[in-house]
């Protein structure tokens, strides 16, 4: 299977909390990181996690990282419309890929007003 | 703004044909990194550069070669291009090596190719 997974799409309406799953393959993964992408855009570093934490809170932002599962989670409170892009989660520190980030297919957050 | 740059945003060629693609990364970033982003394989790492070094190499087609200036600048030479490299380029950068050195991205290089 893929290295890195996560769900395609996520619908919320304004003002709920977001929740974005992604689970990875690769128990090596050191540093474990959300990327924001919206349209026509680069890619926005949102947060990470080192593997040694359960969670990362930062501002709206909250990580939580199941290491024994192999599971990280984004929750984004309050979500708002600006909110609305692709989440990519990305694991890097994998013995055998240096620190090359493999990304997951993305999240498409979809926030209605 | 990530402080990575990347030139041209949109670039349009024909199969066959060179394209360069041209990165500078954030004032005191000795790595730069290259990732592909398409449709049907999502983003992909192509090659890292270290000071000049190439580092690693990921999923990059012969066709496809990179090179890290003086002035830490990079490339990424794109030639003999198909109608499947229709896809963003993306840039990013680090301070260093070490895993735990974030990378930030530049807005990337759309590369049309018909």
């Known amino acids: 299977g893929e290295d890195v997974e996560q769900s395609l799409f996520l619908s919320v309406r304004e003002g709920d909390s977001s929740v974005i799953n992604c689970t990875y393959t690769?128990?090596?993964?050191?540093?474990l990181y959300w990327y924001k992408q919206e349209p026509g855009a680069g890619l926005q570093l949102l947060t990470y996690?080192?593997?040694?934490?359960d969670m990362k809170q930062d501002q709206r932002l909250t990580v939580l990282l199941n290491k024994k599962d192999k599971h990280l989670s984004l929750r984004i409170a309050d979500t708002q419309t600006g909110d609305s892009a692709i989440y990519f989660c990305?694991?890097?520190?994998?013995?055998?890929?240096?620190?090359?980030?493999?990304f997951g297919g993305g999240t498409r957050l979809m926030v209605k007003p | 703004d990530s402080g990575v740059t990347q030139t041209p945003k949109h670039l349009i060629t024909a199969t066959g044909q060179r394209v360069t693609l041209r990165c500078s990364p954030r004032?005191?970033?000795?790595?730069v990194y290259w990732y592909q982003q398409s449709l049907d394989q999502g983003l992909q790492f192509l090659i890292q550069?270290?000071?000049?070094?190439?580092?690693a190499k990921g999923n990059i087609l012969e066709r496809f070669s990179a090179q890290q200036f003086p002035d830490l600048h990079s490339e990424l030479n794109l030639s003999s291009l198909e109608l499947g490299d229709s896809a963003l380029y993306f840039c990013?950068?680090?301070?260093?090596?070490?895993?735990?050195?974030?990378?930030?991205f530049g807005p990337g290089t759309r590369l049309l190719v018909l």
């Open positions: 990013a950068s680090s301070r260093g090596t070490g895993v735990q050195e974030t990378q930030y």
């Open positions: 690769d128990s090596s993964s050191t540093y």
């Open positions: 996690i080192f593997s040694n934490m």
């Open positions: 990305a694991e890097s520190g994998r013995v055998s890929a240096g620190n090359m980030l493999t």
């Open positions: 004032s005191g970033d000795l790595s």
């Open positions: 550069y270290y000071n000049g070094e190439e580092r």
